[in-house]
């Protein structure tokens, strides 16, 4: 009886060695094959995955969507320069894609969990079940030793997230924290220095570099998982200048122990006055943000029917109507009491110690907040009830750009498309409470990153911060005339017209 025991355990064992020998997947380079790798490995390594038919749904509806579970194939396989084929096998079938530039879509090529503990392989819309053995025909990556320019928040982070590629795929990647990329890529460039390989840049530096001939336009790269609105926020001249990585979105911040309860989703400006008016002389300040900033107008503009941020020539009004009622409305509240003018220091102060209710404030400072214990919510931007069209707040992407000077031009597009792929957006963007550029990482932030309803209304009903040499003049000249119409110096329409004239004079230059 022991023995029969014993016996039956045995083969129970054996038939367990062979089933997990069955379901390893064996990878091949070039015909060798360099590693096995379990189906409890790969799950490991997986995360959310959009496939195309879900991506071409939008950003919106991807994050909506019930998402796959998948790794990425440059992920398993060592960096290659190029590749060309690839064969994958099962039990039963075989196929093979042949492709010059599969080299650069192995970062959109995916290992999907199946049933039963097995993977199938996704390559565009054609699928292979059950995969036992993939083989890449490719040249292996030389290059080494990349430099990245990073800055913005979570910084600690975005290291991290490079010196896990860096070991996965035995490089050296040096991260640098710059506090301003803009001005030390022309400093360096102008002093024949040397420049990064990669580098974040924010939207409205890539007009500049690009004519400066220190990026690369990335067209190639794009990849229709990475939100449409990030992408135009780095076209200039007819290309695209970065790959798009995260945006940071104005939000309405709340004292919860003052403002009382959260606002509806879809609340109304006339709502949030009526709230103000009920803290009239309850507390200091009910509403506080900066009326100097073009940044903080325009989302109220475009409420009271501005049509975009820039006009069908490229340009900026700086005199509509809907800028000029936008800015009558806000002194209206400014001068019942409601609304105090106050730059971001003095807004900030007033926000932790209960001076003031409500300000406008971007989702950078949610993580600042959270630090300090604040009893604090956020909301999306309300709807002016007048027009029916949301004050829509602007969208500050973040993006990687590649240097035009590199001497590794591979390996900085490689860093790139691992930094954009899903699964490093959400961690990263999830501990920032910002959202990713990667459609395929908005299901995944949706669970770990608790403002995510809040922000994904503002990508729905956001103004992208254009790359443009104009919004720039346009930000700079507003800056002088709006202090003069919040001290009274100037009238709304006047201080309008005078603006315009600087900014076409500017533009002229």
């Not at 919106?60 to 060592?78: F, H, I």
């Not at 049933?115 to 490719?138: F, I, K, N, S, Y």
């Not at 309860?261 to 300040?285: I, T, Y």
Request: net charge neutral; glycine share 8%.
């Amino acid at each position: 009886m022991g023995c029969r025991r014993r016996c039956r355990a045995a083969s129970f064992s054996l038939l367990a060695l062979f089933a997990l020998r069955a379901l390893a997947l064996e990878l091949a380079l070039n015909g060798a094959r360099i590693r096995s790798i379990s189906s409890a490995e790969l799950s490991s390594l997986a995360g959310p995955v959009a496939l195309p038919a879900q991506a071409a749904r939008g950003a919106a509806a991807a994050g909506e969507a019930s998402l796959v579970r998948g790794v990425s194939l440059g992920e398993l396989y060592p960096l290659v320069a190029e590749a060309w084929r690839l064969e994958a096998k099962s039990a039963s079938a075989s196929r093979a894609w042949e492709d010059e530039g599969l080299g650069e879509r192995l970062f959109e090529l995916y290992l999907v969990e199946a049933p039963g503990g097995t993977w199938e392989l996704r390559v565009g819309g054609e699928r292979l079940g059950a995969a036992e053995r993939l083989d890449l025909a490719a040249e292996v990556l030389a290059e080494d030793g990349a430099e990245f320019w990073v800055s913005w928040e979570g910084v600690a982070e975005l290291k991290a997230e490079v010196a896990r590629f860096a070991k996965a795929h035995g490089r050296s990647i040096k991260t640098v924290e710059v506090p301003n990329t803009q001005s030390k890529l022309v400093a360096v460039a102008r002093g024949g220095g040397k420049l990064p390989d990669l580098v974040m840049i924010q939207s409205d530096y890539a007009p500049g570099l690009a004519r400066m001939g220190l990026l690369q336009s990335v067209e190639y790269l794009r990849s229709p998982d990475l939100v449409d609105k990030g992408f135009e926020a780095f076209r200039s001249e007819g290309r695209y200048w970065a790959l798009p990585f995260y945006f940071d979105a104005q939000l309405v911040f709340y004292r919860g122990s003052i403002a009382g309860p959260a606002p509806r989703p879809d609340w109304s400006l006339e709502e949030l006055e009526a709230r103000a008016r009920a803290l009239k002389g309850k507390v200091e300040h009910p509403l506080a943000w900066n009326l100097y900033s073009a940044y903080w107008l325009l989302p109220f503009a475009a409420g009271y029917g501005k049509a975009g941020i820039l006009d069908p020539a490229g340009g900026m009004r700086a005199d509509d109507e809907a800028t000029a009622r936008a800015l009558d409305q806000l002194l209206k509240l400014r001068d019942e009491g409601l609304l105090e003018p106050a730059e971001r220091d003095a807004m900030i102060s007033w926000f932790a110690s209960g001076k003031a209710a409500y300000i406008l404030s971007g989702s950078y400072s949610i993580p600042e907040f959270e630090r300090v214990g604040l009893d604090f919510g956020v909301a999306p931007y309300p709807v002016v009830a007048a027009t029916g069209k949301p004050v829509a707040p602007m969208l500050d992407f973040k993006g990687l750009a590649l240097s035009r000077r590199t001497a590794r031009p591979i390996l900085a597009r490689r860093l790139a498309q691992y930094l954009t792929s899903a699964p490093v957006q959400a961690r990263f963007t999830s501990s920032q409470s910002k959202l990713p550029a990667s459609k395929a990482a908005w299901e995944l932030s949706r669970g770990s990153n608790r403002y995510f309803e809040a922000l994904s209304r503002s990508y729905e009903i956001g103004l992208v911060v254009p790359p443009s040499e104009a919004y720039a003049a346009y930000k700079n000249v507003m800056w002088k005339i709006l202090r003069l119409v919040v001290t009274g110096q100037m009238r709304v329409r006047e201080a309008l017209a005078t603006a315009q004239r600087l900014v076409d004079e500017n533009l002229a230059e």
